[in-house]
């Protein structure tokens, strides 16, 4: 079977918000093989809260969809940056730099618990940090 991921994702977007939708679906790709999907997410944090909060609304769209069931699997795209579209990398290098100006400015250990191991995206003008 054939799928086009691109066409699955446009099935879920007017069911969720558009922020949701940017920061959990767009930087996703797959790999079908039988009728096993798995979806490749750009980090743990984010295959992580696909498989906990999105993975029946993603089962039920296939569903309707191809008319038939999947086994859904998340995994990581390696990490390989080549993975991420340019401007996911130019927003991770500009948070990097926010983090390193607030890093001499907070105490060690707040800067340890509360900043180092988190993300930002830029989303319709809204910072949104997320915790790893």
Excluded at 103 to 116: L, S
Aim: with cysteine; proline share 4%.
């Amino acid at each position: 079977m054939k799928m086009n991921w691109t066409e699955v994702k446009e099935k879920i977007r007017p069911q969720i918000s558009k922020p949701s939708y940017e920061t959990w679906f767009s930087n996703t790709t797959v790999y079908l093989e039988d009728d096993i999907l798995t979806i490749y997410c750009p980090n743990e944090f984010a295959r992580d809260w696909l498989e906990s909060h999105y993975k029946e609304l993603v089962f039920h769209t296939l569903r309707e969809m191809f008319n038939t069931t999947f086994e859904i699997q998340f995994d990581l795209c390696n990490g390989e940056p080549s993975k991420l579209k340019d401007v996911q990398k130019e927003r991770l290098n500009s948070w990097d730099e926010v983090k390193k100006a607030l890093r001499p400015k907070v105490a060690e250990k707040t800067f340890m618990t509360w900043i180092r191991n988190t993300n930002a995206i830029i989303d319709e003008n809204k910072l949104i940090i997320f915790c790893k």
